[in-house]
């Protein structure tokens, strides 16, 4: 059974940077799209970013393009995410998440392919 544990979170301000790291355990890390998700207070969960462990290709949802980078170190069976220019409407609880395996490719940012979720972390931006 896979199991995701995140940590990285906390308060910045406007401007700042954190970086979220994800473990996976239990199963494999190859052949899986990993991914990070947030959920705002009030908003439903959207997805953040995702990333193919066989390949590194990455995909991103357009409001974090350009200051937002997900990574993986594959033998250590982690994924992380880089997170800059942090605004305060990033503010939410990150999820880390994982598909079952095998798979080809990673499917976008569909949160119905990804079965294995983390507890959450915090990320606190004050303006």
């Known amino acids: 059974q896979v199991q995701l544990v995140e940590s990285g979170g906390g308060s910045v301000q406007a401007g700042g940077s954190l970086r979220l790291s994800c473990a996976l355990s239990g199963e494999t890390y190859s052949s899986r799209c990993m991914g990070w998700f947030r959920q705002a207070p009030g908003k439903e969960r959207e997805g953040v970013a995702t990333?193919?462990?066989?390949?590194?290709?990455?995909s991103y949802a357009d409001s974090v393009k350009g200051r937002f980078t997900i990574s993986q170190t594959g033998y250590k069976r982690m994924v992380y995410l880089q997170m800059n220019s942090l605004k305060p409407e990033d503010a939410a609880i990150y999820y880390c998440?994982?598909?079952?395996?095998?798979?080809?490719?990673?499917?976008?940012?569909?949160?119905?392919?990804?079965?294995?979720w983390g507890q959450g972390t915090q990320v606190t931006v004050s303006s």
């Open positions: 998440a994982a598909t079952r395996w095998p798979i080809s490719q990673c499917a976008g940012l569909d949160q119905t392919t990804f079965p294995y």
């Open positions: 990333i193919y462990s066989n390949t590194g290709v990455a």
